[in-house]
C-alpha cells in the first residue's frame, strides 16, 4: 500500500491540530486536546459573515452547526450567517450585503465556485479576506486561505482498507456507489479509489452512480445489486445516499460483503458500532471545515498565525485529512459526527 498511502499523504496538513483552538472547540472537530495558545486570548472583536447552500442534505447541515458552534467559542467573534441557499444570484447578494456592512472577514461555502468568484474577488479588493471552503474559486485571488476536504485522498482511504480486507483474493470482486459523475470531486474520489485498488492489484468490476441522495442511493444500489450477483467488497461515496444504499441491500437480502461509506456520518458510525451489518468502515469528508474556516478568519483579522507553525502567516491552503472509521476507532469520532 506504500504508494497509495504516499499519494494520500503528500502535502497535506490537517486542520484541527494546532493550539489556536479552545478546549472547548473539541467537540465540534476542533482543537482535540490541544494545549491553549496566546492565539485563545479575547481580542478585538471581529465580525466574520458565513454564506453557505442550503443544508439539504445532512454534511450541509453539519457545515452550519459546526461554524455557528466554533464561533460561539470565542467572545470576540461576532457571526452574522446568511441563509442557505442553492440560488446563486441569492448567494451573489449575500457577500454584496458583508462587503458593504465592512465585516472583517468572510468565510464562504460557495453553491457554484466559478459563479462566486467574482463577488469573492470584490470582497478582497475591498480588504476583506475571504476564506473560501469546500468548493474553490477559479481564481487564486480570490481568497486568503482556503480550507478543503481530500477527495482523491477519500479514495484511496476506502481502496486501501478494502485492499486490506479483501486483497488477498485476485479474484476479488469490487463495486463502486459513486455521488454525481459529473463533479470532479466525484471524479476524484474515484481515481484516488482506483489508484488504491491497482496498488494491491484489484479494480472495480462493478460501478454506479446515485445523486448524493437516499432515494437515489437506493435506486443505484438495487440496480447495482441486481447487476452483480457477487461482490467482495463496495464502496458508496457518501453516507447520506448510504442510507438508501443499505435499504437496498436489506430489501436483497445480501450480506457477503464488506462495505465502506463515506462522508462520516453519525448513523453510519453507529451501524459500524453496532456491527449487525456489511457497513464495516467509513472514511471521513470533514463537516467542520466552515468551523476550521471560522477559526482562521479569526486569526487572519487579528494578524495572528497558526501557533504550532514557525511561519508567521496563516496557510494560503489547507487540506483536511481523510481518516478511515472502523469499530476500533468508532468512538474517537462519533462524537463530532454529522446526522444525516
Same mark, same amino acid.
Given at each position: 500500500?506504500?504508494? $497509495?498511502?504516499?499519494?494520500?499523504?503528500?502535502?497535506?496538513?490537517?486542520?484541527?491540530? *494546532?493550539?489556536?483552538?479552545?478546549?472547548?472547540?473539541?467537540?465540534?472537530?476542533?482543537?482535540?486536546?490541544? =494545549?491553549?495558545?496566546?492565539?485563545?486570548? *479575547? %481580542?478585538?472583536?471581529?465580525?466574520?459573515?458565513?454564506?453557505?447552500?442550503?443544508?439539504?442534505?445532512?454534511?450541509?447541515? %453539519?457545515?452550519?452547526?459546526?461554524?455557528?458552534?466554533?464561533?460561539?467559542?470565542?467572545?470576540?467573534?461576532?457571526?452574522? !450567517?446568511?441563509?442557505?441557499?442553492?440560488?446563486?444570484?441569492?448567494?451573489?447578494?449575500?457577500?454584496?450585503?458583508?462587503?458593504? #456592512?465592512?465585516?472583517?472577514?468572510? @468565510?464562504?461555502?460557495?453553491?457554484? %465556485?466559478?459563479?462566486?468568484?467574482?463577488? /469573492?474577488?470584490?470582497?478582497?479588493?475591498?480588504?476583506?479576506?475571504?476564506?473560501?471552503?469546500?468548493?474553490?474559486?477559479?481564481?487564486?485571488?480570490?481568497?486568503?486561505?482556503?480550507?478543503?476536504?481530500?477527495?482523491?485522498?477519500?479514495? !484511496?482511504?476506502?481502496?486501501?482498507?478494502?485492499?486490506?480486507?479483501?486483497?488477498?483474493?485476485?479474484? /476479488? !470482486?469490487?463495486?463502486?456507489? /459513486?455521488?454525481?459523475?459529473?463533479?470532479?470531486? *466525484?471524479?476524484?474520489?474515484?481515481?484516488?479509489?482506483?489508484?488504491?485498488? $491497482?496498488?494491491?492489484?484489484?479494480?472495480?468490476?462493478?460501478?454506479?452512480?446515485?445523486?448524493?441522495?437516499?432515494?437515489?442511493?437506493?435506486?443505484?444500489? &438495487?440496480?447495482?445489486?441486481?447487476?452483480?450477483?457477487?461482490?467482495?467488497?463496495?464502496?458508496?461515496?457518501?453516507?447520506?445516499?448510504?442510507?438508501?444504499?443499505?435499504? $437496498?441491500?436489506?430489501?436483497?437480502?445480501?450480506?457477503?460483503?464488506?462495505?465502506?461509506? %463515506?462522508?462520516?456520518?453519525?448513523?453510519?458510525?453507529?451501524?459500524?458500532? #453496532?456491527?449487525?451489518? @456489511?457497513?464495516?468502515?467509513? =472514511?471521513?469528508?470533514?463537516?467542520?471545515? &466552515?468551523?476550521?474556516?471560522?477559526?482562521?478568519?479569526?486569526?487572519?483579522?487579528?494578524?495572528?498565525?497558526?501557533?504550532?507553525?514557525?511561519?508567521?502567516?496563516?496557510?494560503?491552503?489547507?487540506?483536511?485529512?481523510?481518516?478511515?472509521?472502523?469499530?476500533?476507532?468508532?468512538?474517537?469520532?462519533?462524537?463530532?459526527?454529522?446526522?444525516?
Amino acid at each position: 500500500m506504500s504508494t $497509495a498511502v504516499a499519494l494520500a499523504g503528500a502535502g497535506v496538513l490537517v486542520a484541527g491540530c *494546532t493550539s489556536n483552538e479552545p478546549e472547548t472547540s473539541a467537540s465540534e472537530g476542533g482543537g482535540g486536546d490541544a =494545549v491553549a495558545s496566546s492565539n485563545d486570548e *479575547t %481580542g478585538e472583536t471581529v465580525r466574520i459573515g458565513f454564506s453557505a447552500p442550503a443544508a439539504d442534505h445532512g454534511w450541509m447541515a %453539519g457545515i452550519t452547526e459546526a461554524a455557528r458552534a466554533e464561533a460561539e467559542n470565542y467572545e470576540d467573534v461576532d457571526l452574522i !450567517v446568511a441563509e442557505g441557499t442553492n440560488d446563486v444570484s441569492t448567494q451573489i447578494s449575500q457577500v454584496e450585503t458583508f462587503i458593504n #456592512e465592512g465585516v472583517d472577514a468572510i @468565510v464562504l461555502l460557495p453553491f457554484d %465556485g466559478a459563479a462566486m468568484t467574482p463577488v /469573492a474577488l470584490q470582497a478582497m479588493e475591498a480588504g476583506i479576506p475571504v476564506i473560501n471552503v469546500d468548493r474553490e474559486f477559479n481564481s487564486p485571488f480570490a481568497a486568503r486561505a482556503t480550507i478543503l476536504g481530500d477527495n482523491y485522498g477519500m479514495g !484511496v482511504s476506502a481502496g486501501t482498507y478494502i485492499c486490506e480486507q479483501v486483497g488477498d483474493n485476485p479474484d /476479488a !470482486v469490487v463495486a463502486e456507489i /459513486a455521488g454525481i459523475d459529473s463533479l470532479p470531486l *466525484t471524479q476524484d474520489r474515484s481515481q484516488g479509489f482506483a489508484d488504491a485498488l $491497482a496498488d494491491c492489484g484489484l479494480d472495480v468490476d462493478n460501478r454506479v452512480a446515485a445523486n448524493f441522495t437516499v432515494e437515489g442511493g437506493e435506486e443505484a444500489a &438495487a440496480n447495482l445489486l441486481q447487476a452483480a450477483p457477487q461482490i467482495d467488497a463496495l464502496w458508496n461515496h457518501d453516507d447520506d445516499q448510504g442510507v438508501g444504499v443499505l435499504a $437496498a441491500i436489506e430489501n436483497a437480502g445480501r450480506d457477503e460483503f464488506v462495505m465502506v461509506g %463515506g462522508a462520516g456520518s453519525a448513523n453510519a458510525m453507529r451501524e459500524i458500532q #453496532e456491527g449487525n451489518s @456489511v457497513l464495516q468502515a467509513t =472514511v471521513i469528508y470533514p463537516h467542520t471545515q &466552515a468551523a476550521d474556516g471560522i477559526a482562521l478568519a479569526r486569526l487572519i483579522a487579528q494578524g495572528k498565525s497558526l501557533s504550532d507553525l514557525v511561519s508567521p502567516e496563516v496557510p494560503r491552503e489547507i487540506v483536511l485529512n481523510a481518516p478511515v472509521v472502523t469499530s476500533e476507532n468508532v468512538e474517537d469520532y462519533i462524537d463530532r459526527a454529522f446526522e444525516s
